[in-house]
């Protein structure tokens, strides 16, 4: 009775393991008030240009985040008004009153928005940056980082995150 009663379970689980297939669906939510368009989720590529980016700027290397970048960059610093036509040379001068710079990535968060060719991620980070006349500046930042098709970044908007 026992070996028929374990064969049967056997049968039971045997027949009970539906196999589950994962479908990554396109879903869009949220709105881009100026338009009503909507928000999906975007690509690990697009947070890895980003990564690379960022890296070369704690290392103070100018050509290296101009790598990722197109000519010229439109930038938008948290403590202006206004925005900036940055290129490499100014970035070099920025760099040069530098020892060093720390950030501390909190996230980074890709998406795209309908009808837009290009894509956003938006990185929340800590950053300090020790001064060659030996003062510290630390901000708390979020950043939109506007990467075109050609999957170069043309356009920075930076906000000052103090909480």
Request: hydrophobic share 40%; net charge negative.
């Amino acid at each position: 009775m026992k070996k028929i009663t374990l064969l049967l379970f056997a049968l039971v689980l045997i027949s009970c393991n539906n196999s589950v297939k994962e479908i990554e669906i396109d879903r869009k939510a949220g709105e881009w008030v100026k338009t009503g368009v909507k928000y999906s989720i975007g690509s690990d590529a697009d947070v890895a240009i980003i990564k690379k980016m960022l890296s070369s700027h704690v290392s103070l290397d100018a050509e290296g985040v101009f790598s990722s970048i197109s000519d010229t960059l439109t930038y938008y610093p948290h403590n202006m008004t206004s925005s900036i036509k940055m290129n490499v040379n100014m970035l070099k001068d920025y760099f040069s009153q530098y020892d060093s710079i720390q950030k501390k990535v909190l996230y980074y968060l890709p998406y795209n928005v309908e009808s837009w060719s290009g894509s956003i991620v938006q990185v929340g980070a800590v950053e300090t940056r020790f001064n060659k006349n030996g003062t510290i500046e630390k901000d708390r930042i979020i950043d939109m980082f506007f990467i075109g098709e050609d999957g170069l970044v043309h356009t920075i908007r930076e906000w000052n995150a103090d909480w």
